[in-house]
C-alpha cells in the first residue's frame, strides 16, 4: 500500500471509531480557550473520567483567568485537592495571571506564543491551540502515540517519537484538527482496552513509579495537612501525617523552592503568592 494511501485508510478507521464510539466531555461541548486550558493542566497525568467533576467544579467558580488570578493559591489547592501533582495547580494559577495581566485575558492562539506560559510544555502548547482555536499543529500524548504505533508500528520495538511525527504531520486533518485529534485520542483510549498497550513498543516508554511511599506521596500529604488543618511546624506535621522529620523537613524545603509553602519562625503555610 503507498503511504498516501496508508495515511487515508487511517484517518478513516480513526474516524469511523469516533463516530460510533467518540467520548463526550464537557470542555468538548463548549470548547472556550480558558475552559480548554483549564482542561489540559487537569488532564495532565490525570484519568479523564476523574478530572470531569473537578472541571466542571473550577469552571462554575472561575470561569476567566481574571477570575481566577483574584483567587488566593489557597483557594485554587482546595478547590485542587484530590486531583494530585499540586504543582500544576500553582502552574495554572500563573497562567492566570500572566494571561489577565498581559494578554487581557485572553488565551494565546499559537504553541509559540503558548510555550513560554508556567507549566506548559510542547504538548500542552499544542493541544490548547488545537482545541481552542482549531490550529492545525502536530503534538504527541501517550493516546495518539498508541494510535499510530498500533497500526504502523506493529512489528517493531523501540519505536521513536521522530518517526511518529511524519505520521501526524501527513494524516492531519487541516480543515478540522480539533476533531481529528479528539478522535485520534479516542481511538488510542480505546485500543488500550481491547489490546496490549501499544505504547510498550515506544522507545520513549516508562513504566510509573509506585505511589505508595513516594516523595510525591509526602509532598501531597504535608499539601493536604496544610490545607485542611492550616500553618503548622514541622513536630505538628509530623503527627498529623506520620512521616519522619527528616522527610517532612526535604519535602517541604522542595515545596518552598516550588513556592508552594512559605515558613515563618519554623512554622509552614500555604504561599499567598
Same mark, same amino acid.
Given at each position: 500500500?503507498?503511504?498516501?494511501?496508508?495515511?487515508?485508510?487511517?484517518?478513516?478507521?480513526?474516524?469511523?471509531?469516533?463516530?460510533?464510539?467518540?467520548?463526550?466531555?464537557?470542555?468538548?461541548?463548549?470548547?472556550?480557550?480558558?475552559?480548554?486550558?483549564?482542561?489540559?493542566?487537569?488532564?495532565?497525568?490525570?484519568?479523564?473520567?476523574?478530572?470531569?467533576?473537578?472541571?466542571?467544579?473550577?469552571?462554575?467558580?472561575?470561569?476567566?483567568?481574571?477570575?481566577?488570578?483574584?483567587?488566593?493559591?489557597?483557594?485554587?489547592?482546595?478547590?485542587?485537592?484530590?486531583?494530585?501533582?499540586?504543582?500544576?495547580?500553582?502552574?495554572?494559577?500563573?497562567?492566570?495571571?500572566?494571561?489577565?495581566?498581559?494578554?487581557?485575558?485572553?488565551?494565546?492562539?499559537?504553541?509559540?506564543?503558548?510555550?513560554?506560559? @508556567?507549566?506548559? +510544555? =510542547?504538548? #500542552?502548547?499544542? &493541544?490548547?491551540?488545537?482545541?481552542?482555536?482549531?490550529?492545525?499543529?502536530?503534538?504527541? $500524548?501517550?493516546?495518539?502515540?498508541?494510535?499510530?504505533?498500533?497500526?504502523?508500528?506493529?512489528?517493531?520495538?523501540?519505536?521513536?517519537?521522530?518517526?511518529?511525527?511524519?505520521?501526524?504531520?501527513?494524516?492531519?486533518?487541516?480543515?478540522?484538527?480539533?476533531?481529528?485529534?479528539?478522535?485520534?485520542?479516542?481511538?488510542?483510549?480505546?485500543?488500550?482496552?481491547?489490546?496490549?498497550?501499544?505504547?510498550?513498543?515506544?522507545?520513549?516508554?516508562?513504566?510509573?513509579?509506585?505511589?505508595?511511599?513516594?516523595?510525591?506521596?509526602?509532598?501531597?500529604?504535608?499539601?493536604?495537612?496544610?490545607?485542611?488543618?492550616?500553618?503548622?511546624?514541622? @513536630?505538628?506535621? +509530623? =503527627?498529623? #501525617?506520620?512521616? &519522619?522529620?527528616?522527610?517532612?523537613?526535604?519535602?517541604?524545603?522542595?515545596?518552598?523552592? $516550588?513556592?508552594?509553602?512559605?515558613?515563618?519562625?519554623?512554622?509552614?503555610?500555604?504561599?499567598?503568592?
Amino acid at each position: 500500500m503507498k503511504k498516501t494511501e496508508a495515511y487515508t485508510a487511517f484517518r478513516e478507521r480513526v474516524y469511523a471509531h469516533y463516530a460510533s464510539a467518540g467520548r463526550v466531555f464537557p470542555w468538548r461541548e463548549h470548547p472556550s480557550p480558558w475552559g480548554v486550558l483549564v482542561s489540559e493542566f487537569m488532564l495532565q497525568q490525570t484519568q479523564t473520567e476523574r478530572v470531569v467533576p473537578y472541571w466542571e467544579g473550577w469552571m462554575r467558580r472561575w470561569p476567566t483567568s481574571e477570575a481566577l488570578n483574584r483567587a488566593s493559591l489557597e483557594e485554587a489547592l482546595r478547590e485542587w485537592s484530590g486531583l494530585g501533582y499540586n504543582r500544576r495547580c500553582r502552574y495554572l494559577k500563573e497562567c492566570a495571571r500572566i494571561i489577565t495581566e498581559g494578554y487581557g485575558g485572553t488565551v494565546p492562539h499559537t504553541p509559540a506564543e503558548l510555550l513560554p506560559l @508556567p507549566g506548559i +510544555g =510542547a504538548y #500542552t502548547a499544542g &493541544a490548547i491551540a488545537c482545541f481552542a482555536y482549531n490550529y492545525p499543529g502536530v503534538f504527541i $500524548e501517550t493516546n495518539i502515540r498508541s494510535a499510530v504505533i498500533h497500526c504502523f508500528f506493529q512489528d517493531r520495538e523501540a519505536v521513536n517519537d521522530g518517526e511518529i511525527f511524519p505520521i501526524l504531520e501527513a494524516s492531519l486533518d487541516r480543515e478540522n484538527p480539533r476533531k481529528w485529534y479528539w478522535a485520534l485520542m479516542d481511538y488510542g483510549a480505546a485500543l488500550k482496552k481491547v489490546t496490549p498497550n501499544p505504547n510498550r513498543k515506544s522507545a520513549h516508554y516508562t513504566k510509573q513509579s509506585p505511589f505508595a511511599g513516594s516523595f510525591r506521596q509526602r509532598r501531597g500529604a504535608l499539601m493536604k495537612a496544610l490545607l485542611s488543618q492550616g500553618p503548622a511546624g514541622i @513536630p505538628d506535621l +509530623g =503527627a498529623r #501525617t506520620g512521616i &519522619a522529620v527528616e522527610d517532612i523537613y526535604e519535602a517541604l524545603k522542595a515545596l518552598e523552592r $516550588e513556592a508552594m509553602v512559605a515558613e515563618e519562625g519554623g512554622i509552614y503555610r500555604i504561599s499567598e503568592r
